[in-house]
């Protein structure tokens, strides 16, 4: 058991170096990006962010920046503890990365809002079950216009399927993610049930439609 869990950290921290890997930022004009006031207070810009104010190939960088940190760190801890099962590597790399992405070292721990990895990591763990569970969590992000709700309601509704395939152990890394999600995101939250800050956001939105 020792062995198993010294195995499972070295996935995490392995994910955790990879998830503080931001080379999108490259190509953001975060003076631009700071218009969006519904996510100002997270320092890093995210792919709904950057979709808005710097259009959908920027955007798509971003996403493919997370697809990529995202296997790569998985391809390397499948070689380097290949003991461990694949469902075990993948989720616990899966949850190195959404770690880092949500707490960079370099940037005095304040990330992205991880709702591409998260998916990403839940997917590729169980396919079918985390295709069906984003399907739901995209729907509550459309309608509920954040990104962070939705990773999160993507995550609590995988837990019942984790639980009945996989076990109490990896059901409860997934309500791990799911506490990440929200403490690195309570302040977006906060806001986000904010009447006043909901109006302004949607008022925008709404000017924005007529403009195009």
């Not at 320092?43 to 950057?50: E, L």
């Not at 990365?97 to 590729?124: D, E, H, Q, R, Y």
């Not at 309608?143 to 999160?152: E, N, P, R």
Request: charged residues 15%; glycine residues 6%.
């Amino acid at each position: 058991k020792v062995n198993v869990q010294i195995l499972r950290l070295i996935c995490v921290i392995t994910g955790y170096l990879f998830g503080c890997v931001y080379l999108s930022l490259l190509l953001a004009d975060r003076e631009k990006l700071r218009a969006n006031r519904m996510h100002k207070i997270k320092q890093i810009p995210h792919v709904s962010n950057v979709m808005t104010h710097l259009g959908a190939k920027k955007a798509s960088v971003f996403f493919i920046n997370d697809i990529l940190k995202l296997m790569v760190a998985i391809a390397i801890t499948s070689v380097v503890v290949s003991s461990l099962s694949l469902s075990d590597i993948i989720l616990y790399t899966g949850l190195g990365v959404i770690i880092g992405n949500a707490f960079p070292f370099w940037n005095k721990f304040s990330g992205g809002i991880g709702f591409s990895v998260t998916i990403l990591t839940l997917i590729f763990y169980m396919p079918i079950w985390g295709v069906l569970c984003c399907i739901i969590g995209m729907f509550f992000a459309y309608c509920l216009k954040s990104l962070t709700v939705g990773a999160i309601i993507m995550s609590i509704t995988m837990v019942p399927f984790v639980y009945h395939y996989k076990g109490v152990s990896q059901a409860e890394v997934v309500a791990f993610i799911i506490l990440l999600l929200i403490i690195s995101h309570q302040r977006i939250l906060i806001r986000y049930f904010d009447r006043n800050v909901l109006h302004e956001h949607f008022a925008n939105r709404r000017r924005e439609l007529r403009a195009n």
